[in-house]
């Protein structure tokens, strides 16, 4: 579908331009046919001099005149003529001529600068005549004429134009009538000179625009060179539409030309890469060209030498002939939509080009026709603006594709994830109930285990009383419960945590005979506590009875629980005092008390041994959540 877009504007381009052709056709035809009588001058004499003071309207009458066809084109001429050319016209004044009617001059085209007088009065000039750098655009031209400026008979019309042959100087057919009958023409001949160059300008600066965007966008190098190829030459056909340049001559002269040389070297790597024909021997014509651009018009413009100009010219014409046998060739081998459209659009160019140097340069009657070579140039833009814009939709194509096919991809490797993480999950689980339960297993060999050994060696020993047997199956039963209490299905608050410790801890007490006094508030919400702080919790307050059982020698142990004020470091606190005979330093510094600190600093809390008189106090302070 794609192809078949850029085919369609393809064709649409070329009878657009088509179209455009014959409508100027039409009307320039229709402008040259009035229908009230003129004047149409297609003789004149002439007196040429290479020196451009070698001629003055002040001299004496000259008796060296030549006869000479219009137009004149000075490129026709072996050799060519280059300087300056007096014309005369002579003529006399149809009496179908209104003679209130104010007349009027027109001449399509006139070389570089040139000034015109009637009869001895002047009518108007172009340019500084005594400056040969000065560079002008062949403009059509138009000059009314001032009542009474004619006589009856024996008019004299004088043009002295300025020129070289690298402008192709010379001078188009004159026409004279009446101001009404020939205004029209040269409005006519204006309006589609410069309506062409705003056609040409327009579409340049549009697609280089264009491609320039999408070139830096896509990183395409081919879309940068070609766009600044366009925006280059659009900007250099500017010069058609400038009636007085900008900058002082030779600058804009040499500007010019730099701008055509430097489009025109763009514009051709830009096709090579397209058709992916790039050779050592294109890039060293390519080069070539460079350097003829960058020295050849700027020493030109510097010194005035005419034949540094046709040099370049020469140079350039040289290349693009070599580009366009390029083109042919890869048609020739290739035989693509790439090679077809670029083959057809510079045999067209070449065809315009060989019109305007063949037709209007050196024709009889070429000199003064409208000039379509400034075309040849739009014509490999459409082109390339068609390839190229094939190129951004397949590759806009081909990235909806890549990111179907990635999106397919991922979403596949989405799944696996998935799956993975599912299975990796799982083992996680399995994993930690398998450590859940080796740590279970660990705890009942280290707790109901010692207890089962210590009264399997109670009933070999003889001096064993039942109530000891009771007393270490007890503790069994109770260490058991410790165990599997941490299999609790709910999750565990640390009040109930301390309710659950009591029956174990009284126990304890009861049998080393010690009776234990609880005072435990309601906690509130406190954070809950894991399952390993549960286990810490519950193996330190078993450390702290138990250095209480066995270094105390006291009577009664109090536990109490509260919670501190909210503006206390402490969130609450576990007190364990009892009413013995204290704790020593030596005794403080012992294994149980590192243990103590151990588990203390596992659930983050804090723990400190203060005297009480008598007895001593052990502090678990749990910081604010």
Request: glycine share 8%.
């Given at each position: 579908?794609?192809?078949?877009?850029?085919?369609?504007?393809?064709?649409?381009?070329?009878?657009?331009?088509?179209?455009?052709?014959?409508?100027?056709?039409?009307?320039?035809?229709?402008?040259?046919?009035?229908?009230?009588?003129?004047?149409?001058?297609?003789?004149?004499?002439?007196?040429?001099?290479?020196?451009?003071?070698?001629?003055?309207?002040?001299?004496?009458?000259?008796?060296?005149?030549?006869?000479?066809?219009?137009?004149?084109?000075?490129?026709?001429?072996?050799?060519?003529?280059?300087?300056?050319?007096?014309?005369?016209?002579?003529?006399?004044?149809?009496?179908?001529?209104?003679?209130?009617?104010?007349?009027?001059?027109?001449?399509?085209?006139?070389?570089?600068?040139?000034?015109?007088?009637?009869?001895?009065?002047?009518?108007?000039?172009?340019?500084?005549?005594?400056?040969?750098?000065?560079?002008?655009?062949?403009?059509?031209?138009?000059?009314?004429?001032?009542?009474?400026?004619?006589?009856?008979?024996?008019?004299?019309?004088?043009?002295?134009?300025?020129?070289?042959?690298?402008?192709?100087?010379?001078?188009?057919?004159?026409?004279?009538?009446?101001?009404?009958?020939?205004?029209?023409?040269?409005?006519?001949?204006?309006?589609?000179?410069?309506?062409?160059?705003?056609?040409?300008?327009?579409?340049?600066?549009?697609?280089?625009?264009?491609?320039?965007?999408?070139?830096?966008?896509?990183?395409?190098?081919?879309?940068?060179?070609?766009?600044?190829?366009?925006?280059?030459?659009?900007?250099?056909?500017?010069?058609?539409?400038?009636?007085?340049?900008?900058?002082?001559?030779?600058?804009?002269?040499?500007?010019?030309?730099?701008?055509?040389?430097?489009?025109?070297?763009?514009?051709?790597?830009?096709?090579?890469?397209?058709?992916?024909?790039?050779?050592?021997?294109?890039?060293?014509?390519?080069?070539?060209?460079?350097?003829?651009?960058?020295?050849?018009?700027?020493?030109?413009?510097?010194?005035?030498?005419?034949?540094?100009?046709?040099?370049?010219?020469?140079?350039?014409?040289?290349?693009?002939?070599?580009?366009?046998?390029?083109?042919?060739?890869?048609?020739?081998?290739?035989?693509?939509?790439?090679?077809?459209?670029l083959a057809a659009s510079a045999v067209l160019a070449l065809a315009l080009g060989l019109y305007d140097h063949l037709a209007i340069v050196y024709g009889p009657s070429g000199y003064s026709q409208?000039?379509?070579?400034?075309?040849?140039?739009?014509?490999?833009?459409?082109?390339?603006?068609?390839?190229?814009?094939?190129?951004?939709?397949?590759?806009?194509?081909?990235?909806?594709?890549?990111?179907?096919?990635?999106?397919?991809?991922?979403?596949?490797?989405?799944?696996?994830?998935?799956?993975?993480?599912?299975?990796?999950?799982?083992?996680?689980?399995?994993?930690?109930?398998?450590?859940?339960?080796?740590?279970?297993?660990?705890?009942?060999?280290?707790?109901?285990?010692?207890?089962?050994?210590?009264?399997?060696?109670?009933?070999?020993?003889?001096?064993?009383?039942?109530?000891?047997?009771?007393?270490?199956?007890?503790?069994?039963?109770?260490?058991?419960?410790?165990?599997?209490?941490?299999?609790?299905?709910?999750?565990?608050?640390?009040?109930?945590?301390?309710?659950?410790?009591?029956?174990?801890?009284?126990?304890?007490?009861?049998?080393?005979?010690?009776?234990?006094?609880?005072?435990?508030?309601?906690?509130?919400?406190?954070?809950?506590?894991?399952?390993?702080?549960?286990?810490?919790?519950?193996?330190?307050?078993?450390?702290?009875?138990?250095?209480?059982?066995?270094?105390?020698?006291?009577?009664?142990?109090?536990?109490?629980?509260?919670?501190?004020?909210?503006?206390?470091?402490?969130?609450?606190?576990?007190?364990?005092?009892?009413?013995?005979?204290?704790?020593?330093?030596?005794?403080?510094?012992?294994?149980?008390?590192?243990?103590?600190?151990?588990?203390?600093?596992?659930?983050?809390?804090?723990?400190?041994?203060?005297?009480?008189?008598?007895?001593?106090?052990?502090?678990?302070?749990?910081?604010?959540?």
């Amino acid at each position: 579908m794609t192809k078949h877009m850029t085919i369609c504007f393809f064709h649409w381009s070329q009878r657009v331009a088509l179209a455009w052709v014959l409508i100027f056709g039409a009307t320039a035809a229709a402008a040259q046919s009035p229908t009230v009588p003129w004047l149409k001058f297609d003789q004149a004499q002439v007196v040429y001099s290479a020196d451009p003071q070698g001629l003055s309207h002040g001299a004496s009458p000259r008796t060296d005149w030549q006869a000479v066809r219009l137009p004149d084109a000075w490129a026709r001429h072996s050799p060519p003529r280059q300087g300056v050319a007096l014309y005369r016209l002579t003529f006399d004044v149809p009496p179908a001529w209104p003679t209130n009617e104010r007349l009027s001059v027109f001449i399509p085209r006139v070389g570089n600068r040139f000034s015109l007088e009637i009869n001895g009065q002047w009518l108007g000039a172009s340019g500084v005549l005594t400056d040969r750098r000065e560079d002008h655009v062949h403009q059509p031209q138009h000059f009314l004429l001032s009542n009474g400026a004619l006589r009856s008979t024996g008019n004299e019309l004088l043009i002295e134009v300025h020129g070289e042959l690298a402008r192709y100087a010379g001078l188009g057919e004159v026409w004279l009538g009446p101001s009404q009958v020939i205004q029209p023409m040269y409005a006519s001949r204006r309006s589609w000179q410069s309506g062409g160059a705003l056609v040409i300008v327009g579409l340049a600066l549009m697609m280089g625009v264009l491609a320039l965007g999408f070139g830096t966008a896509m990183g395409a190098r081919v879309q940068v060179l070609f766009g600044w190829a366009a925006v280059l030459w659009g900007i250099r056909n500017c010069y058609v539409l400038v009636i007085s340049p900008p900058l002082p001559h030779p600058w804009w002269g040499i500007g010019m030309d730099l701008l055509y040389g430097l489009s025109v070297v763009l514009l051709a790597l830009s096709i090579l890469l397209t058709l992916r024909a790039k050779s050592k021997a294109s890039m060293a014509v390519l080069g070539i060209l460079v350097l003829s651009t960058l020295i050849l018009p700027v020493a030109h413009g510097l010194t005035g030498l005419n034949e540094l100009r046709q040099y370049w010219l020469m140079s350039l014409l040289i290349g693009v002939a070599w580009v366009t046998g390029r083109v042919l060739w890869h048609w020739w081998r290739a035989r693509n939509f790439e090679s077809h459209v670029l083959a057809a659009s510079a045999v067209l160019a070449l065809a315009l080009g060989l019109y305007d140097h063949l037709a209007i340069v050196y024709g009889p009657s070429g000199y003064s026709q409208f000039a379509l070579a400034r075309f040849a140039f739009l014509f490999i833009l459409l082109a390339m603006s068609v390839l190229l814009m094939r190129r951004v939709w397949r590759s806009i194509h081909a990235a909806k594709r890549f990111r179907g096919r990635l999106q397919t991809r991922l979403a596949r490797a989405a799944t696996l994830l998935t799956t993975h993480h599912a299975e990796r999950e799982k083992k996680r689980v399995q994993d930690a109930e398998l450590a859940e339960r080796l740590r279970l297993l660990r705890e009942m060999h280290d707790g109901v285990g010692a207890h089962l050994v210590t009264m399997h060696s109670m009933l070999r020993n003889p001096q064993s009383t039942r109530n000891d047997l009771e007393h270490e199956l007890e503790q069994a039963g109770l260490a058991l419960r410790d165990s599997l209490g941490t299999l609790h299905d709910g999750a565990q608050t640390w009040l109930v945590l301390l309710v659950r410790l009591r029956e174990s801890l009284e126990s304890r007490l009861r049998h080393a005979g010690m009776g234990l006094i609880w005072q435990v508030e309601d906690l509130g919400e406190l954070p809950l506590p894991g399952v390993q702080a549960q286990r810490h919790f519950r193996m330190l307050m078993g450390e702290c009875v138990t250095n209480v059982i066995k270094h105390a020698k006291a009577q009664q142990v109090t536990l109490q629980a509260y919670r501190t004020p909210e503006v206390g470091p402490l969130a609450w606190v576990v007190r364990l005092s009892d009413d013995g005979q204290g704790m020593h330093t030596q005794k403080a510094d012992g294994h149980g008390m590192a243990n103590m600190l151990t588990h203390a600093k596992s659930i983050q809390a804090q723990l400190r041994v203060l005297p009480l008189s008598p007895g001593a106090c052990i502090e678990i302070g749990f910081n604010p959540a």
